[in-house]
């Protein structure tokens, strides 16, 4: 479990750490929790530290996210080293969304050691999750981006479709992010609309994944089918049909809130 509300300790020593290099985890193939490493693998494996950010307390125990040099030889017999993707299915939820934060805050931090306004240089502001730029009184806070994801269904079937740009040859939901001054309602028919080329009903909230790849926010929705016939945007979707919950392509992984969007709709069909 992750707890969020208590202050960091004053320093990382004997901490639980979130390693990674380049912008990839570091992740220890013997142990169960491959994402977590702690304070003595830092100091026996000599690992230079460019970068930290408290996460939170995991189970008690304080976590923060480090990114080491990139020029430091990782011990490819004990460590692998890859994508946070990598991690779906293979840790629970919490964990995932743990090195999933460590993820977003060192990303946040990279991205804005210079100020946009005047050029200057950022620092972390103290006791605040906050950068801040001196000479021209700039603040900058995490910034995450808010997307809809939708199942959209027909009777017993739902719509599902496979990204243009996706290597694997999966079938997911739609998704799109929440332009400037849209609602997420007007968000999700829009991105129908444009994807599929269908118009929906009745939409119906789910729930809502942190998705770090980088920086999302997944807010997930049933929508019923009104009209229109499938027509898949080519830049976007490869292809795009209704499918049973008896006969699915290759779906996401239920760790994934399409996954999850999937399998609510295939339980209410079945009624398992």
């Not at 490819?76 to 964990?95: E, K, T």
């Not at 694997?168 to 997420?184: D, N």
Request: charged share 25%.
């Amino acid at each position: 479990m992750l707890d969020l509300e208590q202050t960091p300790p004053p320093s990382r020593e004997g901490a639980l750490h979130c390693v990674f290099q380049n912008g990839q985890l570091v992740m220890d193939m013997r142990s169960h929790q491959p994402c977590i490493l702690c304070d003595e693998d830092l100091s026996e494996n000599g690992w230079k530290i460019l970068r930290e950010q408290f996460v939170g307390y995991w189970h008690g125990q304080a976590c923060f996210a480090v990114e080491i040099d990139d020029i430091v030889e990782v011990d490819a017999m004990r460590f692998q080293v890859g994508s946070l993707y990598q991690l779906i299915g293979r840790v629970d939820d919490g964990l995932f969304s743990l090195a999933g934060r460590a993820a977003q805050l060192l990303d946040w931090e990279r991205d804005h050691r210079f100020c946009g306004r005047c050029g200057g240089p950022m620092v972390l502001k103290d006791r605040n999750r906050a950068m801040g730029c001196e000479p021209c009184n700039t603040t900058l806070y995490p910034r995450i981006a808010p997307c809809v994801i939708v199942l959209i269904t027909r009777g017993e079937d739902m719509l599902l479709a496979r990204n243009a740009r996706f290597p694997r040859p999966m079938f997911s939901t739609l998704a799109g992010f929440i332009e400037p001054g849209e609602s997420v309602e007007e968000t999700l028919r829009r991105e129908v609309r444009e994807e599929v080329g269908l118009e929906v009903g009745a939409l119906t909230y789910f729930d809502s994944q942190a998705w770090p790849f980088p920086n999302q926010l997944m807010l997930g929705f049933f929508a019923e089918y009104v009209s229109g016939d499938i027509v898949p945007e080519p830049e976007e979707i490869a292809e795009a049909d209704w499918f049973h919950p008896s006969a699915l392509p290759p779906i996401p992984p239920p760790a994934s809130i399409a996954g999850q969007l999937i399998q609510q709709h295939c339980r209410r069909v079945t009624g398992a």
